[in-house]
């Protein structure tokens, strides 16, 4: 059996997402979501690692390219007709205020703001370049008849 990790002082398990511009997306990403940079390091406009966090979760991004043993397994949403295998689900504590928020940031809204028959509210939005992002008040961790 492996051996499971501890949590420390956020999640165990973090997003990483590729851009094809990633000092806009990080940029971005903090207008309209909320982020906060907790790290970047980048040669210019490349960035080869950037930690975001939101609450007790982290993202973690770089630049997209073709170079480089991860990038041979990776793709772009654009490469995909903007489909995706896999998206950030982020837990919000006023999803009404944050949809209002990211809609005004331009994030463009492709599941609207509802009640969820499993609880809480959530809406599913796409970044510029693309990705997928789910927003919600249900946690999953805390669930009670409150959500």
């Known amino acids: 059996m492996p051996d499971h990790a501890q949590a420390t002082a956020g999640s165990t398990i973090i997003p990483c997402l590729r851009y094809r511009d990633a000092p806009a997306a990080i940029a971005w990403l903090q207008r309209a979501f909320g982020f906060q940079a907790q790290a970047v390091f980048a040669d210019g406009d490349t960035v080869h690692h950037a930690?975001?966090?939101?609450?007790?979760?982290?993202?973690?991004l770089a630049s997209a390219g073709n170079e480089g043993e991860w990038s041979r397994h990776a793709v772009h949403p654009a490469d995909l007709g903007g489909r995706q295998t896999q998206s950030a689900c982020v837990i919000v504590s006023d999803v009404d205020a944050h949809f209002t928020h990211a809609v005004a940031a331009g994030a463009r809204i492709v599941m609207d703001l509802a009640d969820q028959p499993y609880g809480g509210r959530?809406?599913?939005?796409?970044?510029?370049?693309?990705?997928?992002?789910w927003f919600g008040s249900y946690d999953p961790w805390h669930t009670d008849a409150s959500q």
């Open 122 to 133: 959530g809406y599913a939005c796409a970044d510029p370049e693309g990705h997928l992002w």
């Open 51 to 60: 930690q975001l966090v939101y609450g007790g979760g982290m993202l973690m």
